[in-house]
């Protein structure tokens, strides 16, 4: 009876073990997938930006604008 108790237990704490694993990589996997997200949004942002500077500036090369070809 007595290793039956412990047989028992022993599974409680492996399957107890295993879900705290699971979640944490899920709390990984979630933290790195919104880094993305933010860091995807950031950059089309910048890039938007850049586009309305560049068409304030009537489309100017840099080169251009110093007189070079």
Do not use: F
């Amino acid at each position: 009876m007595d290793q039956e108790k412990i047989e028992e237990t022993k599974e409680k704490v492996e399957n107890w073990l295993a879900d705290k694993q699971h979640r944490r990589c899920c709390k990984v996997a979630m933290c790195a997938a919104n880094a993305v997200v933010l860091l995807g949004l950031t950059m089309g942002l910048t890039l938007l930006w850049v586009n309305e500077l560049r068409r304030a500036n009537g489309n100017r090369h840099c080169c251009r604008s110093n007189g070079q070809q």
